[in-house]
């Protein structure tokens, strides 16, 4: 059975591989309670009270602990895969997975060198049934060739929540980064594009001049030989909004398009996870709720076949590079 435990607690999404890996039949260890937002750490005392809190130097020389999760700062995230991978193992980390281009070549050559698995869980895709239900839909031709995806990443600032780290961009690594390194994955993954370019990308602080180093507002237009894609994430969710985010993704093909409501259907059906498909021959709402979350499934089988079916390396190594070229070359829009 595989074995995993969790390194670094200072972002929520550290739920998702937990309760993940554990769906997906691996066994928890424990986990390194250092983090630098302690309500977080409180909450995942209570939801995993039999989970012994373990030193990180103890994890890391565990010859039995096959994967190391992380969800730290950001700008910590690199640093701690390389070090889990030249102990012998494989890691899953949050988004972002690494925000900066050294940062980039370091984990590459950890994997080369190593053999290990560097994963990003991309929690828009991975975690969200309606886009899991998506790709498979897309995969048996329901709207043709894919030719664009628009994808919309908003969220809810909850100021009194976030850490410090949370303004700085050398610790977070800008929004696009941050963010919209989900929507990236999105394009590639749905138009089966291997590589793609920035044609254009912004940031902007329009909120919080108060925090001017912060970035409240991106981005990006994508390229691809196959396809485009638009982009846009955003930290100006109203306090209406009964979630954190109205997350939504169109996918548009030859022969149709598809419409992902993840989080909430606003004004219209309760619940999250709705998917909207027009092609030539129906216009349909499918509930998505029951959808497996197939990439810890096979993480997992990966992890023990040595194969890449989850995420391949190469697809990893791309949102990244993407990510960080939209990010370092953004134009600057509103308060400085």
Known sequence: MLRFAVVGIDHGHTFDHVKGLLAAGAEFV????????????????????EAPQIDRETIFADPS???????????????????????????????????????????????????????????????VRSAVKAGK??????????????????????????PRWFFDPEQFGGII???ASHQIDQFLFYTGSTTGEVVASTIGNFGMPEEPAFQDFGEVLLRSDKASGYVRVDWFTPEALPTWGDGRLTILGTEGYIELRKYIDIAGRPGKDH?????????????????????FDAFVADVTNRTETAMPQAHVYEVCRLSLEAQSKAARLGHR
């Open 137 to 162: 839909l897309v995969r048996q031709g329901a709207i043709g060739t894919v030719i664009q995806t628009l994808g919309m990443g908003p969220h809810r600032l909850q100021l009194p929540t976030r």
């Open 275 to 295: 998917l909207f498909m027009v092609n030539g021959t129906e216009m349909s709402h499918i509930d998505c709720s029951d959808e497996r979350l197939d990439y």
């Open 65 to 127: 602990i096959d994967v190391i999760c992380i969800a730290a700062i950001p700008r910590d995230r690199a640093d701690l895969a390389v070090r889990a991978m030249r102990a012998g193992k494989d890691v899953m980390t949050d988004k972002p997975g690494v925000t900066t281009a050294a940062q980039l070549d370091e984990v590459k050559r950890a994997v080369a060198e190593t053999g290990r698995i560097f994963s990003i869980c991309f929690s828009e895709r991975h975690c």
């Open 177 to 179: 980064v941050d963010i």
């Open 30 to 49: 424990g986990y390194c309670p250092q983090t630098s937002v302690p309500a977080l750490l409180e909450t995942f005392k209570k939801t995993y009270p």
